[in-house]
């Protein structure tokens, strides 16, 4: 039997992730004595079910059915959930490849579907009949193929598949009616096809240069001119793809051109025109479109946590939704009347549930109950942003995890989790593969140095280098930043834990001089 694990005693877990620094709390003293904490065999945890809501259409034609997936078997299969919670039937009953959930049809009950064979990560786009026969649209054992969106006359819809080139994804359009198909765009550069506009006739592409570096380009398909580049620039400027405009006028994109964070901006397909869309002290996850193009979606990471704004382009009004608990909201899916919405919420003690959302009187509604019935939510440990700053005036933003069984007279260890770097952010959710106590520290941004320690019968630590990106907003001093950082949080923190992971990584690999400074850094703390 697994070793019982004290979920509520988990020790604080400290992000120092990229987050902005506004605004400031400071993590408040752990309490005399400590209330009883229940225990959880680490099984119980995985008794945990995770949902997922459709790409395309979520809800069935006449709004009754949502599309989703979910692993309660112990493999992901999708299943038709009732709108009012009430219903569950399973579409696919696989019991060997993963199924994922992609789209109802426009007009009736069929269904889209990805799965592999194996594990291989080869997968295939597939669809459910009335009748429940299901057909393979994308054949081939090397043929990797992904849905590309429906089109606006909702008689068709496109796929990329690597049937051609096992490098590069081609774009078809597939016919509702009979499945035959067209070729749309052949890859033959190996472009990042990052979305087709409604009508088909324009592609967005991606060319990343370095993890820092990337450029937009635009293709017509009805001219068959070469790629044009959209976003010509000096120096190094990330830019990504959000969406087309449901009019077809606009793309969307994404650009860190204009300061620290990435901001929202559209061109104008017919004269060039570049305006800024969306702009915040905070980075601009993901901009959507409901199906008509009335609402527009969007989304910031704003303290480890995507903050969802829904705006009505009917009175240019933005929408809230007071029913819904505190947390992570994500998946947003418009009903086909577009009168409701589906999402995805998760908080700090409960993993991504189904709710739906009635968009005028602002009720809502559980509609799935993912964490095992055997765990109590209130067990669990809530986040809580703090900042603090270090001695060379940098604010440090942390997530801090305090364990319920700790105190003033019950310390318990903390352990530390160092994310993957810049381009990783640590988030105010529960992950049910992931029990450990953690702390990830951000001496500047976007900078991050940490270090992990795991739960289980068996503890690791690791430890990993520092990865430093200079701006012109702060300077990083790496050691005096993160001496202080140990010796300003003893009272939440134990730093022999850190010395413990640095130190081992210095003796593991002594000719690693970074490995050998955070050991000296630790030590002299």
Known sequence: MARPIALASLAALCTFSLLAGCGREAAPPPPAQAPASAQYDANAFYGTTSYGLSSGFAWSPDDQQLLVHSD???????????????????????????????????????????????????????????????????????????????????????????????????????????????????????????????????????????????????????TKAKPKLITKHEGNINHGVYAFTRDGKHLVYSTDEHGEFTQAWTYELASGKKERLIAADWDVSFVAYSDSGRFRVSGTNEDARTVIRILDGQGNKEITLPGLPPGDRSQIRFSRDETRVALLLSSDTSPNDVYTVDLASGRSERLTQALNPQIKESDLVATQVVRYKSDDGVEIPSILYRPKAASTTNKV?????????????????????????????????????????????????????????????????????????????????????????????????????????????????
């Open 72 to 222: 309660e078997t112990g493999i992901f299969n999708a299943y038709s959930l009732s709108a009012g919670g009430k219903d569950k039937k399973p579409l696919t009953t696989s019991t060997v490849d993963s199924t994922f959930a992609v789209s109802w049809f426009p007009e009736d009950a069929r269904i889209l579907f990805t799965a592999d064979k194996g594990g291989n990560e080869i997968n295939h786009l597939y669809v459910r009949e009335t009748n429940g026969e299901t057909r393979d649209l994308t054949p081939g054992d090397a043929a990797k193929a992904t849905f590309g969106g429906w089109a606006a006359d909702r008689q068709s819809f496109f796929v990329l598949t690597t049937e051609r080139d096992p490098k590069s994804f081609d774009v078809y359009r597939y016919s509702t009616k009979d499945y035959a198909r067209t070729l749309v765009f052949t890859n033959a550069d190996a472009w990042d096809v990052s979305a087709i506009s409604p009508d088909g006739r324009y592609l967005a592409l991606a060319k990343p240069r370095t993890s820092a570096d990337s450029d937009l380009y635009l293709v017509d398909t009805r």
């Open 413 to 525: 260890p903390a352990l530390v989790w160092v994310h993957g770097g810049p381009g990783d952010k640590a988030a105010r959710v529960i992950r049910r593969r992931s029990s450990t106590w953690s702390i990830t520290a951000m001496p500047c941004s976007p900078r991050i140095i940490a270090a992990r320690q795991a739960m289980g019968r068996r503890s690791s630590i690791w430890m990993t280098s520092a990865m430093a990106k200079s701006t012109s907003r702060t300077s990083c001093r790496a050691k005096p930043t993160f001496r202080r950082w140990i010796g300003s949080t003893r009272t939440a923190l134990a730093s022999s834990a850190v010395r413990t992971a640095a130190t081992w990584w210095a003796r593991r690999s002594p000719s690693n001089p970074t490995y050998s400074m955070w050991a000296s850094i630790f030590s002299a703390s």
